[in-house]
């Protein structure tokens, strides 16, 4: 038996210091867990966030591509329009302007079928979200109404490509 009195005697008790943490660490436990699983539930919302703004996002640069296309090819037109002005002061029955005025109307119908819709400005009331006003006019049109336009607009889908530019009535001279 003295080899029972020198061996182990069996498992220890622990120290009584021991104890109380392990007690107080588990009584932490189910809020820990509850902090957690909501933690972990916003990491999931805020992914399945970023999912959709990323996909939104995509389908906005796909749709919206062609915009700065667009925008060089209004700017041709506009200068076009200015040759077309030009030639038919010279002559309405000369071969070169009514294939000027066909060109026009084939540049015209593919931008309209790509969705660019030209703004109608004159005689309208001045909106700041579609027009930038160059000067403004005494006229006999009311004050705010556009009385001539100095560069058209054009909207494309759901967008302003481009704003008119407008002159705008200052009302009746007093």
Known sequence: NAMNA?????????????T?????????LPADLDRFRDLALR???????YKKRASREKEDAV????SALLEKLVSILDNF?????AAKTQSQQSPIYSGMVLVQK????????NGLEPIEAEGKT????MHEAIAHEPSESREGTVIRQ???GYRWKDRLLRPARVVVSSGPTK
């Not at 990491?43 to 966030?49: P, V």
């Not at 749709?63 to 062609?66: F, G, L, R, T």
């Not at 001045?126 to 979200?129: A, M």
């Open 6 to 18: 020198s061996g182990p005697a069996g498992p220890a008790p622990p120290p009584a210091s021991t």
């Open 20 to 28: 109380a943490d392990s007690e107080n660490g588990m009584a932490g």
């Open 43 to 49: 990491s999931q919302a805020d992914f399945e966030n």
């Open 63 to 66: 749709k919206y591509a062609n």
């Open 81 to 85: 329009e200015l040759g077309l002005t």
């Open 106 to 113: 084939q540049l015209n119908d593919l931008l309209a079928e």
């Open 126 to 129: 001045f909106d700041p979200n």
């Open 150 to 152: 100095a560069r058209r």
